[in-house]
């Protein structure tokens, strides 16, 4: 054991996982988890289990930790980190909280991907040449009557909430 914090990420097909865990002799303690389905009291309105969302998963969890969690390593079980992908999401809004942690920052999503402007424009794209096709890829957005257009505004509310807040109590 390394005696540092392991921060676990766990990706599921709704949501995102992350806890702060500590090594003990007679078993793992669980300091705190937090999960993706959190955000909207943070103003998100996207997808819970999407790229923003990790990122944003990322920076609640800095939240939370109220400023003790200074370093931690990085523990995603079985699986496998892949550039540009939901897990260097999570990891870079754990670094952007302020938080240490061992990191390639080329394995980061680019900052469009993350924000949602890439995922904003296939939409409005997908809106226009196909409702339908729209209506069943995008139901979240029409449950949430978040538009298109309205995604990277909610990422940046979300976002600024979760900076402005680090190290204070919900």
């Known amino acids: 054991s390394s005696n540092k914090l392991r921060i676990v990420l766990r990706p599921y097909n709704k949501k995102i996982i992350i806890q702060a865990v500590e090594f003990k002799e007679d078993g793992d303690k669980i300091l705190f988890t937090v999960d993706s389905t959190r955000l909207n009291k943070y103003g998100w309105k996207g997808s819970t289990s999407g790229i923003s969302a990790a990122y944003l998963t990322g920076l609640l969890f800095g939240h939370v930790s109220e400023g003790k969690i200074k370093e931690g390593v990085i523990d995603v079980g079985l699986h496998s980190i892949t550039k540009g992908?939901?897990?260097?999401?999570?990891?870079?809004?754990?670094?952007?909280?302020?938080?240490?942690?061992?990191?390639?920052?080329?394995?980061?999503?680019?900052?469009?991907?993350?924000?949602?402007?890439?995922?904003?424009?296939?939409s409005a794209e997908l809106k226009k040449s196909d409702l339908e096709k729209y209506k069943k890829q995008f139901p979240k957005y029409l449950k949430n009557g978040l538009n298109q257009e309205d995604l990277l505004k909610s990422f940046e509310e979300a976002k600024s909430k979760l900076l402005s807040s680090n190290g204070k109590k919900e």
Request: glycine share 8%; charged share 20%.
């Open 85 to 122: 992908t939901r897990l260097p999401a999570a990891i870079k809004g754990i670094v952007d909280s302020g938080i240490n942690v061992p990191h390639s920052a080329e394995i980061f999503p680019k900052e469009d991907v993350i924000n949602g402007t890439v995922v904003s424009k296939y």
